[in-house]
């Protein structure tokens, strides 16, 4: 795989080969597994589903928002239309604190940081920061 020239032109980089890591692909089904096993356990005893979920997240209610401009926070913050079950966030109503899966998360995180590192050519000069999603940011040296 030729190495991508972080300080180039280019902003966007298919990495495909990603898709063949079985070291990568085990620990992220290893984590999820948990999660959806976990997950299916808490909804069953935790969600009640909202009779008015279908109507406020419909069309016509996005559209309404848009048009008002209100800003709407994320959906897995409301329980009354998510059956979104969110993993160790301190901060976050209801999420499941497990440090099982923590662990399986700072695994599989700490192996794909590695992997985009493995990515540049410049890797001294990347900074891979989680957030649930991978950003990468230039830094100067």
């Known amino acids: 795989m030729e190495k991508i020239n972080f300080f180039g032109d280019g902003l966007f980089y298919e990495i495909d080969h990603l898709k063949n890591d079985s070291d990568l692909i085990f620990c992220a089904k290893e984590c ?3 999660q959806k096993t976990v997950g299916a356990e808490m909804l069953h005893r935790f969600f009640r589903l909202n009779p008015n979920s279908s109507v406020e997240v419909s069309e016509q209610a996005l559209d309404r928002i848009l048009i008002s401009g209100e800003q709407v926070s994320d959906i ?3 329980r ?3 059956n979104c079950v969110v993993f160790n966030s301190r901060n976050m109503e209801g999420s499941v604190m497990s440090d099982g ?3 399986l998360r700072n695994k599989t995180n700490a192996l794909i940081a590695e992997r ?3 990515l540049f050519q410049a ?3 990347v900074s891979i920061s989680d957030s649930g999603h991978f950003g990468i ?3 100067v040296i």
């Open 137 to 139: 940011r230039r830094e």
């Open 32 to 34: 999820i597994d948990v």
């Open 123 to 125: 890797s001294n000069c």
């Open 116 to 118: 985009i590192k493995e």
């Open 101 to 103: 899966i923590l662990k």
């Open 80 to 82: 009354s239309i998510s």
């Open 76 to 78: 897995r913050s409301d």
